[in-house]
């Protein structure tokens, strides 16, 4: 009994150290391709990110405006920026768990107090955070940057429950009104036109509670609060029509609170502009 005992306990260490002596000579070209791999997915997601396609703006819509490319592409960078780490990260895991498995009852070397280790833990995320703030702060000082001579200005009041647009430049208003439930499918609030290619300024002030103006498609909001006028520039890059609405909590009918944006040409837009002008001229007189 006691010998097949000892003979077991001596093949269990002979395979013992023959897996060792397998697993000790195994090539070292997983070890070289393994950063190799992260490298080569992070210049792919990089590449990729360069096509506006519904993947690679990662949830946002397709910007129409020279400022939402600007938005959307911050947001790519952050993307990219925080996939960059999380394949390092996730690599000296995976790294740790293959090539540092536990082979002995021997202490590995410890690295605390090591002075070079820690200050590498202190600078690398400085430098991540102030690159992530730079970028971020240049694109916020161009998103919010107005122009002195735009070349058309709209003003935007924002009221319960719907939206007026004025070009005072050309005495044109446009006023909704609160959408009819029964009629929320056919009516979409006024429609808001403006020329592709220009600087369009707005000006959005309401006279009773916050709201918020929001096209998706511009990747840009800003609330509409009484007694203190707002501003944003845009300047529009494709046509086509695009919804908006506000994004503000701001009474029983705020979901009714709708209206779209229409971009044309800058001859289709002054085509309108004529157009409203005669409409809003016979009515005045047949008043």
Same mark, same amino acid.
């Given at each position: /009994?006691?010998?097949?005992?000892? +003979?077991?306990?001596?093949?269990?260490?002979? $395979?013992?150290?023959?897996?060792?002596?397998?697993? #000790?000579?195994?090539?070292?070209?997983?070890?070289?391709?393994?950063?190799?791999?992260?490298?080569?997915?992070?210049? $792919? =997601?990089?590449?990729?990110?360069?096509?506006?396609?519904?993947?690679?703006?990662? @949830? /946002?819509?397709?910007?129409?405006?020279?400022?939402?490319?600007?938005? +959307?592409?911050? %947001?790519? @960078?952050?993307? =990219?920026?925080?996939?960059?780490?999380?394949?390092?990260? %996730?690599?000296?895991?995976? %790294?740790?768990?293959?090539?540092?498995?536990?082979?002995?009852?021997?202490?590995?070397?410890?690295?605390?107090?090591? +002075?070079?280790? #820690?200050?590498?833990?202190?600078?690398?995320?400085?430098? /991540?955070?102030?690159? +992530?703030?730079?970028?971020?702060?240049?694109? #916020?000082?161009?998103?919010?940057e107005t122009s002195a001579r735009p070349d058309l200005t709209v003003s935007?009041?924002?009221?319960?429950?719907?939206?007026?647009?004025?070009?005072? !430049?050309?005495?044109?208003? $446009?006023?909704?009104?609160?959408?009819?439930?029964?009629?929320?499918?056919?009516?979409?609030?006024? !429609?808001?036109?403006?020329?592709?290619?220009?600087?369009?300024?707005?000006?959005?002030?309401?006279?009773? =509670?916050?709201?918020?103006?929001? =096209?998706?498609?511009? $990747?840009?909001?800003?609330?509409?609060?009484?007694?203190?006028?707002?501003?944003?520039?845009?300047?529009?890059?494709?046509?086509?029509?695009?919804? @908006?609405?506000?994004? #503000?909590?701001?009474?029983?009918?705020?979901?009714? /609170?709708?209206?779209?944006?229409?971009?044309?040409?800058?001859?289709?837009? !002054?085509?309108?502009?004529?157009?409203?002008?005669?409409?809003?001229?016979?009515?005045? @007189?047949?008043?």
């Amino acid at each position: /009994m006691f010998r097949i005992v000892s +003979l077991t306990h001596v093949r269990l260490r002979q $395979l013992v150290r023959r897996l060792t002596s397998l697993r #000790e000579s195994r090539p070292a070209l997983p070890r070289r391709w393994v950063p190799r791999a992260g490298v080569l997915l992070l210049l $792919l =997601v990089s590449v990729t990110g360069c096509r506006a396609t519904a993947w690679t703006r990662l @949830g /946002m819509p397709r910007p129409v405006t020279q400022q939402g490319k600007a938005i +959307l592409t911050l %947001w790519q @960078g952050s993307w =990219v920026a925080a996939l960059g780490v999380g394949i390092v990260v %996730w690599g000296l895991i995976v %790294w740790a768990i293959i090539f540092h498995r536990k082979r002995s009852d021997e202490l590995p070397p410890q690295v605390r107090y090591n +002075l070079p280790i #820690e200050a590498l833990y202190t600078i690398v995320p400085f430098i /991540m955070i102030a690159v +992530l703030f730079y970028f971020t702060a240049r694109d #916020e000082n161009y998103i919010t940057e107005t122009s002195a001579r735009p070349d058309l200005t709209v003003s935007v009041s924002g009221f319960q429950w719907s939206w007026q647009f004025q070009y005072k !430049q050309y005495n044109v208003r $446009l006023v909704g009104y609160p959408v009819n439930p029964a009629q929320i499918r056919s009516y979409s609030g006024p !429609q808001l036109v403006l020329p592709k290619g220009k600087t369009v300024r707005f000006d959005l002030t309401s006279p009773d =509670v916050v709201h918020s103006f929001w =096209v998706p498609a511009f $990747l840009f909001k800003r609330d509409v609060v009484p007694g203190y006028p707002n501003h944003f520039d845009i300047t529009p890059t494709a046509t086509g029509t695009f919804s @908006g609405r506000c994004s #503000e909590l701001c009474g029983l009918y705020h979901s009714e /609170m709708l209206f779209t944006v229409k971009i044309v040409s800058a001859q289709q837009f !002054q085509q309108w502009i004529a157009a409203q002008q005669a409409a809003q001229k016979a009515a005045g @007189g047949a008043q």
